[in-house]
């Protein structure tokens, strides 16, 4: 039950601190739509899609009247695509991709999740081509959105497929080109990526999920930001409660969504994803929190500490306050996404290496992080392989989500409008990695993940 004074706290925390609900996503099973006949599975998609998602919307919109409580983004996961379709020619899942993203449009869906693949072990040819497929499937569709796993804690490392990535990417960038590649905003490669994600890119349906689910993704940089201004003399711990305190209000907004939405769509609630994710508004950034708790600007010393501090803080005040959390949860840092991150960008003082330390005690991983257009397909491989590895032997969800932006150098600027804001191409460490990508195979475990 919520009491009158927390629906107050959450209307004064829209008006006066910018929070508001990322999105509202939900999960579908697609397993009983599957079929050697392509034609049949996608009709059989098309109507589970409309049966469960159809009135989101409405829902969306009503949620935002009665509480006074934005709703950003309403979303479609689905069961990742790949495991359906073995059989399919190049050409049938093309039109699988673009039957998917006209669903999403004509229910008015933002962004539709599930054009993905699980390789962690084997890389076999039907997995290559699904993959092989992603760049014409999302250069051909404006709301789909595309993963690939490519490690885990128990399964270890698939450099092949890593290898196979950075070219893909490539081509990614070269077929949205006159959209600065944003095509590669859609697509994130992760380690450990969880079954019940509401977040894009990486959203998918996991296996281990029922029928269907609704998950709430939270934001609220905002909120912690402000509570944070009038703590300017605070200790350290002081600033750590502080946190916490918040993060638990921000999390009871997204559960009271969560219920109200399970309740009117008649699908079960699923989790409340706590991540403090960031938009381009100015005071609803992770860096100017991480610049409030004390570091002079994001990226000098001192940066991870204070991010580790904030995500551990928002992780332990939010769990309390939801029946169920999951996802990412925690702090994102999307360069482009976060005006705090884009400042620091410019001024020098956030680099790509450090972004790269800074995943080692957040959220997710390298995300929305523009780089020059005509970096070598091994580098992007070596990125993506260097961010694995920490979320793997670290037993953490990590991710890369980078946009080689095609005709664009290192200093010029790219503009995807919306969310996605904007961003300056970052310098690269152009030493060539191909040696170490080219050797490919697949690494083991690491024995943290005999412990158990």
């Given at each position: 039950?919520?009491?009158?004074?927390e629906?107050?706290?959450?209307?004064?925390?829209?008006?006066?601190?910018?929070?508001?609900?990322?999105?509202?996503?939900?999960g579908?099973?697609?397993?009983?739509c599957?079929s050697d006949?392509?034609q049949?599975?996608?009709?059989?998609?098309?109507?589970?899609?409309?049966?469960?998602?159809?009135n989101?919307?409405?829902?969306?919109?009503?949620?935002?009247?009665?509480?006074?409580l934005p709703?950003?983004?309403?979303?479609?996961?689905?069961?990742?695509i790949s495991l359906?379709?073995?059989?399919y020619?190049?050409e049938?899942?093309?039109?699988?991709?673009?039957?998917?993203?006209?669903?999403?449009?004509?229910?008015?869906?933002?962004?539709?999740?599930?054009?993905?693949?699980?390789?962690?072990?084997?890389y076999?040819e039907?997995?290559k081509?699904?993959?092989?497929s992603?760049?014409?499937?999302?250069?051909?569709t404006?709301?789909?959105c595309?993963?690939?796993d490519?490690g885990?804690?128990?399964s270890?490392?698939?450099?092949?497929?890593?290898?196979?990535?950075?070219?893909?990417?490539?081509?990614?960038?070269?077929?949205?080109?006159?959209?600065?590649?944003?095509g590669?905003?859609?697509?994130v490669v992760f380690?450990?990526?969880?079954?019940?994600?509401?977040?894009?890119?990486?959203?998918?349906?996991?296996?281990?999920?029922g029928?269907?689910?609704i998950n709430?993704?939270?934001?609220?940089p905002?909120?912690v930001?402000?509570?944070?201004?009038?703590?300017?003399?605070?200790?350290?711990?002081?600033?750590?409660?502080?946190i916490?305190?918040m993060a638990?209000?921000?999390t009871r907004?997204?559960?009271l969504?969560l219920?109200y939405?399970s309740?009117?769509?008649?699908?079960p609630?699923g989790?409340?994803d706590?991540?403090?994710?960031?938009?381009?508004?100015?005071g609803?950034?992770?860096?100017?929190?991480?610049e409030?708790?004390?570091?002079?600007?994001?990226?000098?010393?001192?940066?991870?500490?204070?991010l580790?501090?904030l995500?551990?803080?928002?992780?332990?005040?939010g769990?309390m306050?939801?029946s169920?959390?999951g996802g990412?949860?925690?702090?994102?840092?999307?360069?482009s996404?976060?005006?705090?991150?884009?400042k620091a960008?410019?001024a020098?003082?956030?680099?790509?290496?450090?972004?790269?330390a800074?995943?080692?005690?957040?959220s997710?991983?390298?995300?929305?992080?523009?780089?020059?257009?005509?970096v070598e397909?091994?580098?992007?491989?070596?990125?993506?392989?260097?961010?694995?590895?920490?979320?793997?032997y670290?037993?953490k969800?990590?991710?890369?989500?980078?946009?080689?932006?095609?005709?664009?150098?290192?200093g010029?600027e790219?503009?995807?409008?919306?969310?996605?804001?904007?961003?300056?191409?970052?310098?690269?460490?152009?030493n060539?990695?191909?040696r170490?990508i080219?050797?490919?195979?697949?690494?083991?475990?690491?024995?943290?993940?005999?412990?158990?």
């Open positions: 039950m919520f009491t009158s004074q629906i107050i706290e959450t209307i004064n925390m829209v008006k006066q601190s910018n929070l508001d609900i990322r999105t509202i996503t939900v579908i099973n697609l397993f009983d599957s006949i392509p049949r599975f996608i009709d059989n998609v098309r109507k589970k899609i409309i049966k469960y998602a159809g989101l919307k409405n829902v969306a919109n009503e949620i935002e009247d009665m509480f006074g709703i950003v983004n309403r979303r479609v996961a689905l069961t990742p359906l379709t073995f059989s020619s190049y049938d899942l093309l039109k699988v991709a673009l039957a998917i993203d006209e669903t999403a449009k004509e229910l008015e869906v933002d962004l539709i999740g599930g054009y993905s693949a699980a390789v962690h072990k084997s076999d039907n997995t081509k699904f993959i092989s992603i760049p014409d499937a999302l250069a051909s404006d709301r789909l595309s993963s690939v490519v885990t804690t128990r270890g490392i698939n450099l092949d497929v890593i290898a196979h990535l950075g070219f893909i990417i490539k081509e990614i960038a070269q077929k949205t080109k006159d959209k600065d590649s944003f590669c905003a859609r697509f380690a450990n990526a969880p079954d019940d994600n509401p977040f894009m890119a990486g959203a998918f349906h996991g296996t281990g999920e029928d269907c689910s709430v993704g939270i934001s609220g905002g909120v930001k402000r509570a944070l201004e009038e703590k300017k003399d605070a200790s350290i711990d002081e600033i750590y409660e502080t916490k305190k638990f209000k921000v907004a997204g559960q969504v219920q939405a309740k009117k769509l008649q699908i609630a989790i409340v706590l991540s403090l994710a960031p938009t381009p508004k100015v609803d950034s992770i860096a100017e929190i991480l409030e708790i004390g570091v002079e600007k994001v990226g000098g010393y001192g940066t991870t500490f204070a580790a501090l995500n551990d803080a928002v992780k332990k005040g769990s306050a939801a169920f959390t990412l949860s925690g702090a994102f840092i999307p360069v996404e976060d005006s705090g991150m884009v960008v410019e020098g003082a956030l680099s790509i290496e450090k972004l790269e800074m995943t080692s005690v957040c997710v991983g390298l995300d929305m992080i523009v780089v020059p257009g005509d397909a091994e580098v992007i491989s070596a990125m993506i392989a260097d961010e694995i590895a920490i979320g793997v670290n037993n969800t990590t991710a890369v989500r980078v946009i080689p932006a095609y005709g664009k150098k290192e010029d790219v503009n995807f409008g919306g969310l996605l804001g904007r961003a300056k191409v970052m310098n690269i460490n152009r060539s990695p191909k170490l080219e050797r490919g195979g697949r690494v083991p475990p690491p024995i943290i993940s005999l412990r158990n």
